[in-house]
């Protein structure tokens, strides 16, 4: 029998199955609907799609880069013990050399796009890896950077790939330097790289804050607005890159290390994996628990 488009999109979605295995799923039962949906449960396929409600906010940042071009993406999982899986880290390999070559626009584009630009999407890839790992996986986002032949990539990954830095250091090739800095973008966590960059409401929010502030402590209103300038400029110092004490020597700003290396910063990528995510509660023993029963 003749296997159309319309039937194994029709099994995709009942079973959440990848594109390629519905269709392998259809030819090897001869079309019979009822048959492919048990050839995928026997291989364990169709289990993906019940895991699409779970919470992922575990997982791992990863940098792959190639020449003048750096790609660094998020991928989302149930538990740390997934992190240390092969065929995961063999899934961060190529996503990451996918999103690198092929530089998509936003992770919907990015899903719906062949794996290296050719065969199965990569959405339907990550699904078929969900079936053999047996949790929930996500692509959650990326960045790609471009830098020329003057310039050096910074970037570090920590703990494994907990957190993930990426920047640029332009006008020099010094890569260690450009590390430095990454490293100290992954424990310092900066919001913006200069003051220029923290916008307008953001400021005048935060002069409002240190105004009251300085009225309930009875500081005179004559001096008020002194001080409110003197905790706005620490407070820029605290969260603009450049202004920070630099990590691995605090008796110099990050700025004054990377003009002494010849070099500029102008922006910076930082992945802390699973922020701003509802995280799972669920103990320790819980946990390795639900491990050993797979």
């Given at each position: 029998m003749a296997i159309n488009a319309k039937m194994v999109k029709e099994l995709r979605e009942i079973t959440g199955a990848g594109m390629m295995d519905c269709k392998k799923a259809l030819t090897e039962t001869n079309g019979d609907m009822e048959e492919a949906q048990n050839w995928l449960r026997e291989k364990g396929i169709s289990k993906a799609a019940k895991k699409a409600d779970r919470i992922a906010a575990e997982g791992s940042a990863h940098i792959v880069t190639s020449g003048n071009t750096a790609a660094m993406i998020e991928v989302n999982c149930e538990t740390d013990f997934v992190v240390k899986n092969e065929q995961f880290q063999h899934l961060l390999q190529e996503l990451g050399n996918h999103i690198l070559s092929e530089n998509p626009s936003d992770v919907e584009t990015a899903l719906e796009q062949p794996l290296h630009g050719e065969g199965q999407k990569v959405g339907d890839y990550i699904t078929d890896v969900i079936a053999k790992i047996?949790?929930?996986i996500s692509l959650r986002r990326f960045v790609v950077k471009e830098k020329t032949d003057n310039d050096a990539f910074g970037s570090y990954l920590h703990m494994g790939g907990s957190i993930g830095a990426l920047t640029v250091l332009e006008g020099s090739t010094d890569e260690a330097a450009a590390k430095d800095v990454a490293m100290?973008?992954?424990?310092v966590n900066p919001r913006y790289t200069s003051r220029e960059q923290v916008p307008e409401e953001e400021l005048n929010t935060e002069r409002e804050t240190l105004k009251t502030q300085a009225l309930n402590e009875g500081k005179p209103e004559n001096i008020v607005e002194k001080m409110v300038e003197g905790r706005l400029n620490k407070f820029l110092q605290e969260i603009c890159l450049l202004e920070q004490d630099f990590v691995k020597?605090?008796?110099q700003k990050v700025k004054q290390f990377v003009e002494s290396k010849g070099g500029k910063i102008n922006e910076f990528t930082r992945f802390g994996v699973g922020e701003?995510?509802?995280k799972r509660e669920e103990n320790f023993a819980d946990e390795v628990m639900s491990q050993v029963k797979k």
């Open positions: 047996g949790e929930k100290h973008i992954a424990a020597d605090p008796d701003g995510m509802e």
